[in-house]
Each structure stands twice: as structure tokens, then as C-alpha cells.
């Protein structure tokens, strides 16, 4: 098991390395200059190439490629109006759009990204599983039908269409809950709540419907089996069938998909968070993409590669725990 840790780790380094490198070239390529960005209307050439050497952008791509490889892991200095700025590892870049130290952007805004993704998975894979094995119980009953109808319109809404018709309908129309703002937990836990009411059921509309309708096929055919086959004639209870030798195994597909999407999530909700003018880390890569904010365009992407990437590691180990037939190469 440790030596398969070891090498899924090492494939994590150069997975992330390769991410960094290809969206540090798409920027270097294709992005407009950020130093005449910077310098604004009332500029000179004399000026933009002053900004653009005290950026370091009148370096090599792989000078400057490899000086922020090397701030992940010693931090970096930069010259902000002639002073320096110290960036603390790991150094995730400086926005000069906003004049701050993008990994502090992040992390003021990362706690209502989790607190979003989080929320709307408890929702999502409660829904998804119980409809599911509903389903898969009574299959070809009404109950199964009516879920199916269900399934098939949360997949049809887009989410930013569910957002702005729960606004009206709950907020301006019927008045039973408040526009969502910025109140912590600690505050006021109930208007907290409320808070994220909305967003929660929008994020998680959509996936409760992809696991309903993957949750009721892996269990009919899990049903099918030789293994619960026996286990029925054995004259093992019914409940008991259903949990130990049905459920299990159906399960490892959701862990799969369910370890994917959180960690996506994880990285923000972007429409969500924009419609709903949550400030996570969704709503600050918008703005940044808007304003060409090419170092938290560049730090958001990469703290998505590494949530994905941890979130496919975690699943992997998940898999044996889950389902006994599952084993690691290690563990053999």
C-alpha cells in the first residue's frame, strides 16, 4: 500500500507540473500584455517597459516559468511602486489589479467555496442514493416512474435558470427567504443557513439526478449477480441482502463520480456563486477572467488540478474499504 501511495503521489507532481506548465504558456502566448494592462491609459513605452521589468515579464518564458515554480516552494519578492512585496510559500503570485497577494485572495474566499460545495454534496448524495435504491426497489412501478420524470427535468434546468426562478419565487415573489449576504455562522447560525439554502439546492439539483440514475442501474444490476442470487437462497433477511451484499459493491462507481465532483466544486461554483454574489473563489475567478487577472486566473487553476487530483487519490484508496473484490496492487 505505501508503495502505492508513493507512486500515485509522484504521478501527482508531475500532473501538476504539467498543469502549471501548460496554463502558464496559454497566458504567456495568448494574454495581453500585463504591463501595459497595469500602466493604464496615460502611458509611455518607457513606463511599461519599467513595469514589465520590475514583473520579470521581459524575461525568457522559462526564466519566468521556473521563477514561479520556485515561489510554490521558496516564496518570492516583487516590486510593487519601487518596494518590495515578500510572498510567503507558497507564493501563489501577486495580483496588480488589486494590489494584493493572490494566495490571500484565496484564502478569504475559499471557506464559503467549501461551505457551498460541502452543503450541496450532503444534499446531492442523500437524495441521489435514496431515490436511487427507491428506484432500483421498485423498478418498473410508479414510484420508479415518477422518479425518472424528476431526474430527467433537474437535468434539463441549467443552474443559473434554477437560481434566478428560486430569487423569485422564494425571495421576491413569496418572501420566505432572505437574498443571501455575508453573515457568518457564529453571528447569526440561522440566517446562516438560509444563506446557503438556495445555493445548495441549485448545486445540488443536478447531481442528485446524475446519482439517482446511476444508483438504481448499478443495483438492478448488482441484484443480478450470482453472489446476492445465493445470498437470497441461503435465506439471508431481505434488509441484510440489500446492505451488505447489494449496496456495497453499487456503491464504487458513486465514490467515483461522488470524489470528482466535490473536488471540482471545491475549486468554486462559478455561476452559482455569481448569481447569487457569494464571495468564493467561483465568483473571484469570474471577475478575474473579466479583468484578465492573469495570476488568479492561473493560482484557481491550479488549487482545482490539486483538489481533482487528491480527490482521484483519496477515491482510489476508498475503492478496497468499499468493495472487498477491489484491491490495490500494493495491498495484494
Not at 507558497?90 to 494566495?103: I, K
Not at 419565487?169 to 453573515?183: E, I, R
Not at 492561473?298 to 474499504?321: E, H, N, P, R
Request: with cysteine.
Amino acid at each position: 500500500m505505501i508503495r502505492y501511495i508513493t507512486g500515485r503521489v509522484l504521478g501527482m507532481v508531475v500532473v501538476l507540473f504539467l498543469v502549471t506548465l501548460f496554463t502558464y504558456a496559454i497566458f504567456f502566448l495568448l494574454s495581453p500584455d500585463p504591463a501595459a494592462q497595469i500602466c493604464g491609459k496615460n502611458c509611455t513605452p518607457e513606463l511599461i517597459d519599467q513595469i514589465r521589468t520590475n514583473l520579470g515579464l521581459d524575461q525568457p518564458f522559462w526564466t519566468q516559468f521556473f521563477t514561479y515554480v520556485g515561489g510554490l516552494f521558496t516564496g518570492r519578492t516583487f516590486m510593487v511602486a519601487g518596494a518590495p512585496v515578500d510572498c510567503a510559500a507558497p507564493c501563489l503570485g501577486y495580483s496588480f489589479q488589486t494590489s494584493q497577494l493572490v494566495g490571500d485572495m484565496i484564502v478569504q474566499r475559499l471557506p464559503i467555496s467549501v461551505t457551498i460545495a460541502l452543503g450541496a454534496a450532503v444534499l446531492w448524495v442523500l437524495a441521489g442514493l435514496v431515490t436511487g435504491v427507491l428506484s432500483a426497489a421498485k423498478e418498473g412501478a410508479f414510484v420508479d416512474r415518477f422518479f425518472a420524470g424528476l431526474t430527467l427535468t433537474a437535468m434539463s434546468i441549467p443552474n443559473y435558470v434554477l437560481a434566478l426562478v428560486l430569487q423569485f419565487v422564494l425571495v421576491v415573489a413569496l418572501g420566505w427567504l432572505p437574498f443571501p449576504q455575508a453573515v457568518s455562522f457564529t453571528d447569526d447560525p440561522g440566517r446562516w443557513f438560509l444563506n446557503f439554502l438556495m445555493p445548495w439546492v441549485v448545486l445540488a439539483a443536478g447531481y442528485a439526478a446524475t446519482y439517482t440514475r446511476l444508483t438504481r442501474a448499478n443495483v438492478i444490476e448488482t441484484l443480478q449477480e450470482n453472489f446476492v442470487r445465493t445470498a437470497r437462497a441461503k435465506g439471508l433477511a431481505p434488509a441484510l441482502v440489500w446492505r451488505r451484499h447489494a449496496l456495497r459493491p453499487a456503491l464504487t462507481p458513486i465514490v467515483t463520480i461522488f470524489g470528482l465532483d466535490l473536488a471540482g466544486l471545491l475549486g468554486g461554483a462559478l455561476i452559482t456563486e455569481k448569481v447569487f454574489g457569494l464571495n468564493g473563489v467561483g465568483k473571484l475567478t469570474a471577475d478575474s477572467i473579466a479583468a484578465n487577472d492573469q495570476p488568479v486566473i492561473m493560482a484557481v487553476t491550479l488549487l482545482s488540478a490539486v483538489f481533482v487530483i487528491v480527490g482521484i487519490l483519496v477515491v482510489d484508496l476508498l475503492y478496497s474499504v468499499i468493495d472487498p473484490r477491489v484491491r490495490t496492487g500494493g495491498a495484494q
